[in-house]
């Protein structure tokens, strides 16, 4: 039969494939859609923000404008006043025990609610200090808090926020009101009228309406900065027990300030606001001293406060939902960009699982072409998957990809997508399970990413962390991954901030500050370097491949080994088995058999197998296990040589090894003239294999797995058509559509007989049986055996069974294994002869007739045997030698005048009782050693 080539190889697996993706087209539909969803779940934070926000429908990306508008738009931000933080009545400072100043206020001025504000000052001139302090405060001449002259909205224009000292107390409270409009206090040198009033004031050029009342201010020297540390400091650690606070305002010290310089230090309550109060306090200083130089008519303007330009927000829940999106940003496309990598681990472990890799690679699947046509599947799934990301991400205008240029995305995700199939290649060997894989992949998802988020983020930020370390921690492909979000999310912020659509070109990604090019070298190298030692560890340690290979397989001189050359046995082992006991006449004459095979290079036998050998190691305290003693056998080209044995006798072992499952202890075996250790790769090629379990894939159909592996074994066209429709004529599958329904809806019969049609396919020189016809009605069982005898002509089949009929029905040989070793081999006829040379005798009467039975046949034989009794129904073994037929049949006839007979019967030995024989004498042989 010719190998199939690489490509004709390839082309089968990707036909199989396309098929097998078409019916599970659905599932491909969602997953490759999930990206979609996910940006469309963040489009709507986007439009919920916006619509929060009240922006304008002509500003909006393509998709959201028909909604709403504004999301990066670049707007003038509020002009906001100036305010500071003024302690609450109750708070202000007064004279107390622990504060004794005498020129603080007296205490009662809190049931009152007169306490002024305070504010202390020193410096070295305390001349100048006392007057620049007495200046800090709004004169009266601005708001008239006088009872006949209150200030009204309607009798007043709008008074500029700089001409007032406001602040706002720190807490307010309007009890039977439900929103109470905000309260503001001018700080004044003097106040004769404590009722809210209501003034229009203008904050640059906006007007708006305030409720103020007057708060007196009060400035007082002290004596060094020491004296207000400390007073500042008891204000807030108290020692009484009303555990009230004394507050002070503000304080100044303005050390050697004179009329050439001002220098100023400055304390400042920063609970609330630090900004807006160190803002107002700085104002006063400066007003206060420019006062003290030129007097009222020259002061220093503080209209508003105005943010940096930055997109329109006028809401609290829209800034924060568009703040909590933006700084999760990297962390969620990188989740979503790595949604695809349990899904490729859990396929490639899954055909481990279930044997089908190496059902395929049986059947002449080579692993260049397995790796080929499965990496681009996942690549074109991955490509597929990138595609709908990267188009929704900037169809809806997410920043990430509206302000990266196109060619640097495709790019960046192209290698990283071939950087994460290689590595899931690379977790896959590690595995045989498929929960077990499904549970580490996304736990590596998940995990992975939060850590890029928490500590490699950091790290990135960190200006004292090396950079080489930086480089050193992205040879991880998550963080490789998560550093180019990192990249893109960090330059579209600063676009959208500047206001001006300027997207990441390829000058910005060779400029060699954002680390992009680093992260796309670092990706490249270890896209192949990773692709690498999965293929060599796949190959080596990984048993969904097969017989794992020498760890230097790549190495000519060492993968392969010359032929093997017949040597005489000199072990004690391989003595004993030449001198066996009588009984084992056969098995020793096999193996002079193979000895002569071997040492003239004999080519017309499928198999010969010289000293077999196979050894589990001990495990958990148990000792090893010698599953196969020693295995001599030759299968010329059409033979059917027939395996029987009890369970655990090693027969499964020895079709393990023969088929590249598991590897020899020792010992030689010859497969078409090729050697199973080191030639196995070439040995599938002209094998055909029928496991014990059904290998299938549920939905395809009986022709698809007839047409996969018949392209596997290098048919083509009509011969290929005329092949597939033969088999599934021969396993009664073609007629009544059948042959074009899935798999997954067959009855166990109809995959039994399925799996005999792909072992057959092709023209195999050796086929593998495992109980092929278990699970089969006695018509399909027949036909099977016509399909087998007619198969056998030109090829040589080894076939395990359970079944003394279809052993005897299909085998031109059988072997009888037990204990690991062959305790006898010939034609069914032969066996038969050799360990049955006596008759069974059956009879049944009442029970009280039974002596007269037994007496009955002990006339016949002295050494008759009795094997079974009960309930009147005895059976004995009488040797051939020792009576004849005739003259059973005689003394039947005259028993039958003496007594009641209910049934008697005279057989031959069968192929079950030499089987039964053979694996009890086995048994009781191993019980006394």
């Known amino acids: 039969m010719a190998i199939s080539s690489f490509a004709t190889q390839a082309n089968a697996l990707f036909l199989k494939n396309i098929t097998f993706q078409k019916r599970n087209l659905k599932e491909n539909i969602r997953l490759i859609l999930f990206p979609v969803i996910l940006c469309l779940v963040l489009m709507l934070f986007k439009i919920l923000s916006a619509y929060l926000n009240g922006l304008n429908a002509s500003d909006m990306p393509p998709i959201m404008g028909a909604l709403f508008a504004g999301i990066g738009a670049v707007l003038t931000p509020d002009k906001l006043p100036v305010y500071l933080q003024i302690p609450l009545p109750e708070a202000r400072a007064v004279r107390t025990e622990f504060i004794p100043y005498e020129d603080l206020p007296d205490e009662s001025c809190k049931a009152k609610g007169s306490c002024p504000v305070t504010v202390l000052v020193t410096g070295q001139n305390e001349s100048l200090g006392k007057s620049v302090g007495t200046n800090l405060f709004t004169s009266s001449a601005y708001l008239n808090f006088s009872p006949r002259r209150a200030v009204s909205l309607n009798s007043s224009a709008p008074i500029n926020t700089n001409d007032l000292l406001l602040g706002n107390e720190e807490e307010q409270d309007d009890e039977g009101v439900e929103n109470p409009p905000p309260m503001h206090e001018v700080i004044q040198a003097r106040c004769e009228h404590k009722a809210k009033i209501p003034v229009l004031v203008q904050t640059g050029s906006v007007n708006s309406t305030i409720a103020v009342k007057c708060a007196q201010g009060l400035g007082l020297w002290r004596s060094s900065s020491l004296v207000v540390n400390d007073e500042l400091f008891k204000g807030y650690v108290l020692e009484n027990s009303k555990n009230e606070v004394n507050e002070i305002l503000t304080a100044y010290d303005f050390l050697n300030t004179d009329e050439a310089n001002f220098n100023v230090t400055i304390w400042y309550n920063s609970t609330y606001n630090e900004y807006s109060t160190i803002l107002r306090t700085m104002n006063m200083a400066s007003n206060a001293y420019l006062k003290f130089l030129n007097g009222t008519g020259i002061k220093m303007l503080l209209d508003f406060v105005e943010g940096m330009p930055q997109p329109r927000s006028n809401s609290a829940v829209a800034n924060g939902m568009d703040g909590a999106v933006d700084i999760f940003l990297p962390l969620f496309f990188t989740w979503v960009i790595l949604q695809l990598f349990p899904v490729m681990v859990t396929t490639l472990v899954y055909e481990k699982q279930q044997n089908l890799r190496i059902m395929m690679k049986m059947h002449g699947l080579g692993d260049g072409p397995y790796w080929m046509i499965t990496y681009l599947y996942f690549l074109f799934l991955s490509f597929a998957y990138m595609f709908c990301l990267v188009l929704s991400g900037n169809l809806m205008g997410l920043p990430i990809f509206k302000f990266t240029e196109l060619s640097i995305q495709v790019a960046f995700y192209f290698i990283f997508i071939n950087l994460q199939i290689s590595f899931g290649f690379l977790l896959a060997t590690l595995f045989s399970q ?52 990192y990249e893109f999310h960090d330059y579209s912020k600063r676009s959208s901030y500047v206001g001006y659509n300027i997207k990441m070109s390829w000058n910005d990604v060779n400029d060699g500050e954002n680390g992009i090019r680093e992260v796309f070298f670092i990706m490249i190298v270890e896209w192949f370097v990773i692709l690498i030692v999965a293929y060599y560890l796949d190959q080596v340690i990984s048993p969904g491949s097969g017989v794992r290979k020498h760890p230097l397989f790549f190495l000519k001189n060492l993968s392969k080994k010359p032929s093997p050359s017949y040597q005489q046995p000199t072990t004690q082992t391989e003595q004993s088995n030449i001198h066996a006991e009588i009984e084992k006449l056969d098995v020793s004459q096999e193996r002079e058999k193979v000895r002569e095979l071997m040492l003239r290079n004999d080519t017309t036998h499928s198999i010969i197998c010289d000293n077999l050998k196979k050894v589990y190691p001990s495990k958990d305290g148990n000792p090893e296990k010698l599953a196969v003693r020693g295995l001599s056998l030759a299968l010329a080209r059409g033979e059917c040589f027939g395996m029987l044995g009890p369970n655990g006798a090693g027969k499964t072992s020895f079709i393990s090894m023969m088929i590249g499952l598991t590897t020899p202890t020792s010992g030689v075996a010859l497969v078409t003239g090729l050697d199973i250790e080191t030639e196995m790769d070439e040995i599938y090629y002209s094998m055909g294999v029928c496991p014990q379990h059904d290998l299938l894939w549920e939905c395809l159909t009986a022709r698809e797995h007839l047409l996969f592996y018949g392209r596997l074994k290098n048919l083509k066209d009509s011969a290929l058509t005329e092949a597939v429709e033969e088999s599934l004529k021969s396993v009664n599958l073609f007629h009544g559509g059948v042959a074009d329904k899935q798999a997954g809806t067959y009855s166990g019969g109809m995959k039994r007989r399925l799996s005999v049609a792909i072992s057959l396919i092709g023209d195999p020189k050796v086929v593998y049986m495992d109980e092929p016809s278990t699970g089969l009605d006695p018509a399909s069982r027949n036909q099977l055996w016509s399909i087998v005898k007619r198969a056998k002509k030109d090829r040589a089949i080894i076939l395990t069974t359970h079944s003394m009929e279809e052993a005897e029905a299909l085998c031109d040989r059988l072997g009888i294994f037990a204990n690991g070793s062959l305790q006898c081999i010939g034609n069914p006829k032969e066996l038969k002869a050799r360990y049955g040379g006596s008759y069974v005798f059956t009879m049944t009467t009442s029970v009280s007739l039974e002596d007269e039975v037994e007496n009955l046949v002990r006339q016949l034989s002295s050494d008759a045997n009795k094997i079974y009794h009960l309930s009147g129904t005895q059976k004995f073994e009488i040797p051939k030698k020792d009576v004849r037929i005739g003259d059973v049949f005689r003394a039947v006839e005259n028993a039958k005048k003496r007594f009641t007979i209910n049934a008697w019967g005279l057989t031959d030995t069968t192929l079950e009782d030499v089987f039964i024989k053979v694996a009890q004498a086995a048994l009781a042989s191993t019980s006394t050693m």
């Open 434 to 485: 498929v929960k077990t894989a499904s549970v580490i992949a996304h736990m590596y998802v998940f995990a992975s990413g939060l850590i890029a988020y928490i500590v490699f983020q950091n790290l990135l930020q960190s200006p004292s962390f090396p950079r080489d370390w930086i480089v050193i921690l992205e040879m991880f492909p998550v963080f490789s991954l998560y550093r180019g979000l």
